[in-house]
Nanobody
């Protein structure tokens, strides 16, 4: 069993920055693809960024050049650095781990990011 806990959300003005963190209760990054998803009210949950060891990070077109995903395996933590935030980035952001071979998904409970002036 793996628990994922997100933090770092909050209210920020357009053009501002936030860094989200996702801490895993187990050392799983070597056997998992890690990702950040977001879901705005009334919208489908969408992939924002993903990282897998040995593979270049993947980003949604809408955040490419503004967001950066990274991982610190020693701390069992994945980060999402969000710069140049826009109102359309407002959503609940969820951490996800997809375990290789088993296909099991683990989800955090989300952290709310609100971009507004």
């Amino acid at each position: 069993q793996v628990q994922l806990v997100e933090s770092g959300g909050g209210l920020v003005q357009p053009g501002g920055s936030l860094r989200l963190s996702c801490v895993a209760s187990r050392s799983i990054f070597s056997i998992s693809a890690m990702g950040w998803y977001r879901q705005a009210p009334g919208k489908e949950r969408e992939l924002v960024a993903a990282i897998t060891s040995g593979v270049s990070p993947k980003y949604a077109d809408s955040v490419k050049g503004r967001f950066t995903i990274s991982a610190d395996s020693a701390k069992n933590t994945v980060y999402l650095q969000m710069n140049s935030l826009k109102p359309e980035d407002t959503a609940v952001y969820y951490c996800n781990a997809k375990v290789f071979f088993t296909g099991v998904d683990y989800w955090g409970k989300g952290t709310l990011v609100t971009v507004s002036s």
